[in-house]
């Protein structure tokens, strides 16, 4: 089975742009997560998608918004970058009940802000 | 809130040695919990699990035990490898706003000489 593919892998962009990141679930899996880890740090649940829909969001302000599509896979877009967006952002991918089978990761896409 | 305390390293060890990495949680509800390996330059893989008390997760010669009592999950290896060196997460998942976002510790650093 295929893993979680994450695109680009690094990425660097100038304050105030825009970005988006893009992320292919496994197979078989139907939910996708958003983190942001910041270096030296344990990730930060940035929101989740379920059915095309979010399905919970952590504490990001609206600049960052995501989208899911058909095939389960998904974007992250960021707006007004700001030098702390500087991170890199993993995105996971799971079965509904992601409480038991635990997540899947990709390799994540670090982005730098300039 | 939810939270993760994992002790703070880096730990260094030499090969074959003895490894614990402690980690302690709160949760207010019934939480699963997770060893997660971050090696340099790659994203997380999930290296053990836990859904509930007194369960026991154990892969590649890891081992935690998930102890309600003491509301910890500390990881565990007879002897280390250099091959283990690498950031070691502690985590946990609980039932969110209908989601099951993981709740993270910071980290811990495992450098093993050989």
């Known amino acids: 089975e295929t893993g979680v593919t994450q695109s680009p892998t690094h990425l660097i962009k100038t304050r105030g742009q825009q970005v988006t990141l893009r992320c292919s679930s496994q197979?078989?899996?139907?939910?996708v997560s958003w983190y942001q880890q910041a270096l030296g740090q344990g990730p930060q649940f940035i929101f989740q998608?379920?059915?095309?829909?979010?399905?919970g969001r952590g504490n990001f302000p609206p600049r960052f918004s995501g989208l899911q599509f058909p095939n389960y896979s998904s974007e992250l877009n960021v707006n007004a970058l700001e030098l702390d967006d500087s991170a890199l952002y993993l995105c996971?991918?799971?079965?509904?009940?992601?409480?038991?089978?635990?997540?899947?990761f990709g390799s994540g896409t670090r982005l730098t802000v300039v | 809130g939810d939270s993760v305390t994992q002790m703070e390293g880096p730990v260094t060890l030499s090969e074959e040695a003895f490894l614990t990495i402690n980690c302690t949680y709160t949760?207010?509800?019934?939480?699963?919990l997770f060893w997660y390996v971050q090696y340099p330059g790659e994203g997380l893989q999930l290296l053990l699990k836990?859904?509930?008390a007194d369960d026991k997760g154990s892969n590649k010669g890891f081992e935690a035990t998930y102890r309600k009592e003491t509301t910890s999950f500390h990881l565990e290896k007879g002897s280390v490898q250099v091959s283990d060196s690498a950031v070691y997460f502690c985590?946990?998942?609980?039932?969110?706003?209908?989601?099951?976002?993981?709740?993270w510790g910071a980290g811990t650093k495992l450098i093993i000489k050989p």
């Open positions: 996971a991918s799971s079965r509904k009940t992601g409480r038991d089978y635990g997540y899947t």
């Open positions: 197979s078989g899996h139907n939910t």
């Open positions: 998608y379920y059915r095309e829909e979010e399905n």
């Open positions: 949760a207010t509800g019934y939480p699963s």
């Open positions: 836990a859904t509930k």
């Open positions: 985590a946990l998942s609980d039932v969110r706003d209908s989601n099951y976002q993981l709740i």
